[in-house]
């Protein structure tokens, strides 16, 4: 694992998995692809899971969801980098703690201090990524187990020509709207305006994959004042930019409040007796 506290990371010893040869760029002849990098921004609280140790670093199965998150991107077949953006005031706590973990070789890993949100943290791990890198996934650090066909899927459809690439899965549940009233008490009954029409709803997941390019557009937009959105894809939609869905997975379910890590250690528990 890479100190990126300053300077760029230290190019990886030998050629990463997913990385492509080198091609000449003389005329008529097209560069070859650059190198895909996942961003992981954990410098969140986590509010939801109850207080003490920030959501990333909380224990899931004996390891930290955050490690689990990293060796999720390590697995798949096209992730060379993963830049961690650790809480501001622990990145060290971090690059010991990955530096514990056994992780694959051929993944360099380098972690960053955060920022005062998960959008500048986003940015600051952007501000990491080495020139060579055409291709940037953004994964929620608790979204620990999403399995590798999913983030090599959205790699996929960015490579085949798609600016921006979300996992989704269909709504399952009824949704209704309700009649927005800041005065409302929390916990008083909310009056009905309507039924959406589920079939066309879709709850999105991570990793997000995007043209590096397009994303550093979206963040730099938003920092000279640009208007902000809870996702990078929301950021880079509203720049007029097509994004598409893929499939999902069940497993990649955000954890976020304490019945989550019980729905999480299942999910190890099935994965350790059916493991070949």
Known sequence: MSDKSSGSPRPAPA????????ESTAPGRRSAPGRTAAVIPA???????????PKALRDLGGVPVLVHAVRAMCRA???ALVVVVAPPDSPDTVRAMLAAAPLPDHVEVVVVPGGADRQES???GLAALPGDVDVVLVHDAARALVPAATVDSVVAAVRSGAPAVVPALPVTDTVKRVAPDPDRPAGAPEPVVDTVDRAALRAVQT???FVRAVLDDAHRRRTDGGEGATDCAGMVER????VVLVPGHEEAFK???PLD???AEAVLARRETTAP
Do not use: D, F, N, S
């Open 261 to 263: 890590l019980v729905l």
């Open 122 to 124: 986003v940015r600051l």
């Open 43 to 53: 410098a969140g609280r986590g509010e939801r899971l109850g207080p003490g140790t």
């Open 77 to 79: 077949e096209e992730v």
């Open 239 to 242: 720049l007029g930019h097509r």
């Open 255 to 257: 954890i976020t409040r």
């Open 15 to 22: 050629p990463p998995r997913g990385a492509p040869a080198a």
């Open 207 to 209: 990793p997000q994959g």
